[in-house]
């Protein structure tokens, strides 16, 4: 079993930046592909952005590119998402997610196995 617990969540204004992470306990998860997806209040989670295990290869949804950069730390078993420039579109809970195959990048929550408890992220305008 897998644990996932996320932070860095927060207040912000138009504008701003925020970084959250997300450390996995439990196994190691340097081999999988990581995710970060986002659910706002009445709406279906959504893909943000991922990048693939061992490498360093992210993939983003478009409304965050430019934006927004994933990375990881395999070494502490952590993921990494650096918001910038946030717009209260971007308000919701965020959060991370092990994808359960190898070598494998996809949008799909389903996809994923282990899930943090999330963490919100406020923008105000």
């Known amino acids: 079993q897998v644990q996932m617990v996320e932070s860095g969540g927060g207040l912000v204004q138009a504008g701003g930046s925020l970084r959250l992470s997300c450390a996995a306990s439990?196994?190691?998860?340097?081999?999988?592909?990581m995710g970060w997806f986002r659910q706002a209040p009445g709406k279906e989670r959504e893909f943000v952005a991922a990048i693939w295990g061992r490498g360093s290869t992210p993939y983003y949804q478009d409304f965050v590119k430019g934006r927004f950069t994933i990375s990881r730390d395999n070494a502490k078993n952590t993921v990494f998402l650096q918001m910038t420039s946030l717009k209260p579109e971007d308000t919701a809970v965020y959060y991370c997610?092990?994808?359960?195959?190898?070598?494998?990048?996809?949008?799909?929550?389903?996809?994923?196995?282990?899930w943090g408890q999330g963490t919100q992220v406020t923008v105000s305008s």
């Open positions: 997610a092990v994808h359960r195959r190898l070598l494998t990048l996809t949008t799909k929550p389903d996809d994923y196995e282990y």
């Open positions: 439990g196994r190691t998860v340097s081999v999988y592909t």
